[in-house]
């Protein structure tokens, strides 16, 4: 069964870097696309971004300037980092699975609030 | 504003039929993107409920079911039961924003 399952702090200050990891088994990440989106509270999903290990990767347009998404083939994790993080960047962040580019997002973890605040 | 538009809310009574539409234009929907639906129950990570426009994942019941035409989505649950009161999210990709993925606004179903 495939799981995943987000790391990281719970809470970041104002223009500092957001870092989270997500923790695949049941999948080899090598195989398939793993994509972050965000939930701010209260609001719909958002598109992060996402990435194949072979070297693709696609980010949302209006925060690639800050993102950047990899992979630790040797642990079998992908990270996120969001740099000059602001009180808009609060929110359940989520990691999930796409079997293929332009997939539905398969299988999600459980989501990991991350709060800016001084 | 989300690039993909659903109705904020719906609602129907147990047993009946409830639809919930998704707008989209040439560069998402339109473009040949699939659409996909998510259905999101309080406090929990969104679940898949379809895929590719129409196609159910295994242990979604056969009351739920997709169709897309032209710029446009819907999903349909028929039977409506007390468990289906949720969020439901549509998302596509879209060219404009280089392949980006996209999200509808959501719809809030309540089951009266």
């Known amino acids: ?118 | 504003q989300s690039i993909l538009t659903q109705p904020p809310s719906v609602s129907g009574a147990p047993g009946q039929r409830v639809t919930i539409s998704c707008t989209g234009s040439s560069s998402n929907i339109g473009a040949d993107y699939d659409v996909h639906w998510y259905q999101q129950l309080p406090g929990t990570a969104p679940k898949l409920l379809i895929y590719g426009n129409s196609n159910r994942p295994s242990g979604v019941p056969d009351r739920f079911s997709g169709s897309k035409s032209g710029t446009s989505a819907s999903l349909a649950i028929t039977g409506l039961q007390a468990e289906d009161e949720a969020d439901y999210y549509c998302q596509s990709y879209d060219s404009s924003l280089s392949g980006s993925g996209v999200f509808g606004g959501g719809t809030k179903l309540t089951v009266l």
Do not use: H, M
């Open chain 1, 1 to 118: 069964q495939v799981q995943l399952q987000e790391s990281g702090p719970g809470l970041v200050k104002p223009s500092e870097t957001l870092s989270l990891t997500c923790t695949v088994s049941g999948a080899s990440i090598s195989n398939y696309y793993w994509s972050w989106i965000r939930q701010p509270p209260g609001k719909g999903p958002e598109f992060i971004g996402y990435i194949y290990p072979i070297g693709t990767t696609n980010y949302n347009p209006s925060l690639k300037s800050r993102v950047t998404i990899s992979v630790d083939k040797s642990r079998n994790q992908f990270s996120l980092k969001l740099s000059s993080v602001t009180a808009a960047d609060t929110a359940v962040y989520y990691c999930a699975r796409l079997p293929f580019g332009g997939a539905s997002l398969d299988y999600w973890g459980q989501g990991t609030l991350v709060t800016v605040s001084s």
